[in-house]
């Protein structure tokens, strides 16, 4: 009989976009699991393949938080014997550093009990008290309690639990470091934050593929795709903007060691025209944040809003018509349109069904078993879109997925 695995996602803060990034590349990697858990934080599978290398795995995974291997499902008795027992079997250094996250039905705080009781067995330690119900991937990097010991997870309420060890961390500092640390940063351009652009190209369903962005912007999506190892091509309208890519392209190379030839891959174009004799290699896929129109302090009239969509209506449909005849075997495109957050109702643009006219199908990102869990945040379920956005900001992004 095959071992099996259970492992528990922590989800980002947009769980519908965490849960689609995580099946996608689940999925594209060769996974075969059973979904046992979802729930507002965390996902839990089962699965017979076993994750070679769950750091390497999180960091391409721009809405988890957190990796858990899960060593007791539904655990008989007292949890804290459990968890004694677990450090006795596997820890053997000088002093163990150790946290206990929540996620769900809090139990009562075991950590103080368990530090008297790992005491009482020989074992010094210290225990690293979050400040909140489940430990962050701040704290668990700064106090490096992966190195020193074990974050253990509780995951549950009264109908199921699952306990475990977190094995991996998102990798927080490098996220920050190029968003706000690469050198050319321009709101007008679109602020793409570095997760989402990730998340945005884990929703493509084939490997080894050649991604184009023709609305390259600030370059975040070029980045995004250098750092997972994609071959990829982008374009601006904007000579401006191309600068600012190759800019940020090249200290991105400096940054991480990435290879590329910058002034190879990154070229001036319109989105509107571009053609196979246009492009320097033939792409398999687009993935792009589209022009979101004009930056937003507050919502526009109802008249405002109608003829910024339109005008936005007709690049994104002349944009995919052209794609459509050039590429006609284009696998995928994944596109981030804007839609208004208003006090009382969202505005979204009226282009769904004037898509599927050109020949793209807009798919569902999150596979039917997930909704059975409930309703899930960043996840439209009428247009089947998923959702973007922040809490300060009027544009949202809306991230539609299809296939020609």
């Known amino acids: 009989m095959a071992q099996s695995f259970l492992y528990a996602f922590v989800l980002g803060s947009n769980e519908a976009l965490s849960l689609a990034e995580i099946f996608s590349v689940l999925k594209r990697e060769g996974f075969v699991f059973v979904t046992l858990s979802i729930t507002a934080k965390t996902l839990v599978i089962k699965t017979e393949k076993k994750l070679a290398d769950p ?7 721009g809405g988890t938080i957190k990796i858990i291997s899960v060593f007791a ?3 008989d008795g007292d949890i804290l014997k459990l968890i004694l027992d677990f450090v006795s079997d596997n820890f053997t250094g000088s002093k163990f550093v150790f946290g206990v996250s929540f996620y769900g039905e809090r139990t009562k705080n075991i950590g103080f009990e368990m530090k008297k009781e790992l005491k009482k067995i020989g074992v010094n330690s210290r225990f690293v008290q979050g400040k909140k119900e489940a430990l962050s991937a701040p704290e668990i990097t700064h106090n490096k309690i ?6 253990f997870v509780i995951i549950g309420n009264q109908k199921e639990s699952f306990l475990g060890k977190t094995i991996a961390v998102q990798d927080y500092e490098s996220y920050s470091h190029r968003d706000y640390d690469r050198p050319r940063r321009n709101a007008k351009s679109g602020m793409l934050p570095p997760k989402v652009a990730q998340i945005m190209l884990n929703l493509i369903s084939q490997k080894n593929v050649t991604i ?7 370059g975040t999506i070029l980045q995004e795709a ?7 091509i982008g374009s601006d309208i904007s000579k401006e903007r191309v600068s600012d890519t190759m800019e940020n392209l090249h200290w991105l190379a400096k940054e991480y060691g990435v290879e590329t030839e910058v002034e190879k891959i990154v070229f001036q174009a319109d989105a509107l025209l571009i053609s196979k004799k246009s492009l320097p290699e033939k792409p398999d896929s687009v993935v792009t944040e589209t022009h979101l129109g004009p930056p937003l302090s507050a919502l526009p009239t109802e008249g405002n809003i109608k003829k910024n ?7 994104y449909l002349g944009f995919l018509k052209n794609l459509a005849r050039e590429f006609p075997d284009m696998r995928e495109v994944i596109m981030a349109i804007p839609f208004y957050k208003g006090a009382k109702k969202d505005y979204f643009l009226e282009i769904i069904d004037e898509i599927k006219k050109i020949g793209y199908n807009t798919l569902t990102p999150l596979p039917e078993e997930v909704f059975s869990f409930g309703q899930l945040k960043g996840y439209n379920e009428q247009r089947k879109t998923l959702l973007y956005s922040r809490e300060d900001q009027i544009v949202g992004r809306e991230i539609l997925v299809l296939k020609n």
């Not at 184009?212 to 600030?218: I, L, Q, R």
């Not at 969509?309 to 690049?315: S, V």
Request: some cysteine; charged content about 25%; hydrophobic content about 35%.
């Open 55 to 61: 750091q390497k795995f999180i960091n391409q995974l």
């Open 73 to 75: 499902q539904e655990p």
């Open 146 to 151: 992966l190195e020193k010991g074990a974050d």
């Open 212 to 218: 184009y962005d023709p609305f390259c912007g600030n």
């Open 226 to 232: 250098l750092l997972l190892g994609l071959k990829t």
């Open 309 to 315: 969509f339109q005008d936005l209506t007709k690049l």
